[in-house]
């Protein structure tokens, strides 16, 4: 007997980590790797999120949380916002959740019906395009590239035919590491604002950047959601640990959601990151190492033939264009493991259109790291 399967699984992987299990397996036959596939901080969360770990493992008995979240770990948000960017939060339409992996499924069930159209940049992150094809909404890609610095700007939204339901920005952008500057984040939130377009701001790269600081949508726009993480600037990617700021007609629905879905977020990890925001100093350098690691890069890839990279202006992400080297993007970056040990991502995981003749490096690891395979790449490409 055949079994249904039902048609929303049928997306497409997320090929990071197709190529992560590569590399893995290539280390687990003894090979050597550089990973430069997977945007993840290496080493350990802060020190004082690993004290307060310890801590909680002593004193607490790690029960659920309310849905939305630790109220003490809400209010240091909040506190976040106050202090970041100068904008006030009320810490109850602050919402916690698993990962920003969680924070995406909630806003998009939360905002969008099946049907309604939401425009993503292209490249941009896969996931965004997958979940909300898996929940039966019209994903709008929009081409985007050089001339308006690979984001989604409100010149470049205002030539996309028929009407749109939402609006998914990332500044700083994976793949790309392009920003919108804190005038363009306001001007795009006040657009959305006056088109009745839900506007989500993907946001999870703020703190990482290399020249202005990034400018938030919150407080830009009534009904914006805001979405960051955990995982990135605060290095606790497998704490699983992301939050929402969530406009006062969607937090209900928000909240019903998270209740179903996820009961609450990780506990444990929960009560470690309220001491995240303490520990400034310690995350800043671990950016002045990206900055490090994006200069080698810069300045060592063109010597391989990467000649053709985006403005890395926040993440640490560096996107080539290598339409010279390749048609096959995928099948060049597997060429390029097998043969040198450095792992990349080929574009098709980030754009439909233009993927198979782009890649994104990640130079999130060690500084040597990037030196190595730097080299290996311009004796590969001789």
């Known amino acids: 007997m055949e079994f249904k399967v039902a048609t929303r699984g049928a997306i497409a992987p997320f090929i990071v980590m197709d190529v992560m299990r590569a590399a893995n397996e290539r280390a687990a036959q003894g090979g050597d790797v550089i990973h430069l596939e997977v945007g993840q901080p290496s080493g350990q969360a802060p020190t004082r999120v690993l004290a307060a770990a310890r ?72 996931a965004y395009r997958n979940i909300l094809e898996a929940l039966g909404i019209e994903v709008v890609a929009v081409p985007v590239g050089a001339a308006s610095r690979w984001q989604l700007t409100v010149e470049v939204l205002e030539q996309v035919e028929g009407r749109l339901d939402g609006v998914v920005v990332a500044s700083p952008s994976n ?22 377009i839900r506007l989500v701001s993907d946001e999870i790269y703020h703190g990482i950047t290399y020249g202005a600081p990034a400018g938030t949508a919150a407080g830009a726009g009534g009904h ?38 996820f009961i609450s977020p990780p506990t444990l990890s929960q009560i470690a990151a309220q ?36 403005p890395s ?15 096959d993007s995928a099948e060049f970056c597997r060429r390029m493991l097998t043969e040198t040990g450095v792992a990349c991502t080929p ?6 259109y233009q993927g198979h003749r782009t890649l994104r490096f990640s130079f ?16 590969w490409r001789r």
Request: glycine share 8%.
């Open 55 to 126: 801590n909680a493992l002593d004193g607490h008995g790690l029960g659920y949380t309310e849905a939305l979240g630790l109220p003490q770990l809400r209010e240091r948000i909040a506190g976040h916002y106050r202090h970041a960017y100068g904008v006030a939060v009320d810490p109850q339409n602050v919402a916690v959740t698993t990962g920003s992996s969680g924070a995406f499924l909630l806003a998009f069930l939360a905002a969008f019906d099946v049907g309604d159209r939401v425009a993503v940049a292209a490249p941009g992150y896969p």
């Open 313 to 327: 202006d926040g993440a640490f992400y560096l996107y080539a264009d290598v339409a010279e080297l390749t048609n």
């Open 347 to 352: 574009g098709m995981d980030f754009d439909p």
């Open 275 to 310: 001491a995240v925001f303490d520990c400034v100093e310690e995350l800043d350098s671990r950016v002045a190492i990206y900055r490090a690691n994006r200069d080698v890069l810069l300045n060592e890839l063109p010597k391989a033939g990467f000649t053709r990279l985006a």
């Open 175 to 196: 793949p790309t590491g392009s920003m919108l500057s804190a005038h363009e984040v306001a001007e795009l939130a006040a657009w959305c604002e006056l088109k009745g």
């Open 364 to 379: 999130a690891g060690a500084t040597d790291d990037m030196v190595t395979a730097a080299r290996r790449l311009q004796e």
């Open 224 to 261: 914006a959601l805001i979405v960051n993480s955990f995982s990135k600037y605060y290095a606790m990617t497998g704490w699983r640990l992301g939050w929402m700021v969530v406009p006062p007609d969607l937090l209900r629905a928000v909240e019903c959601l998270a209740q179903n879905l």
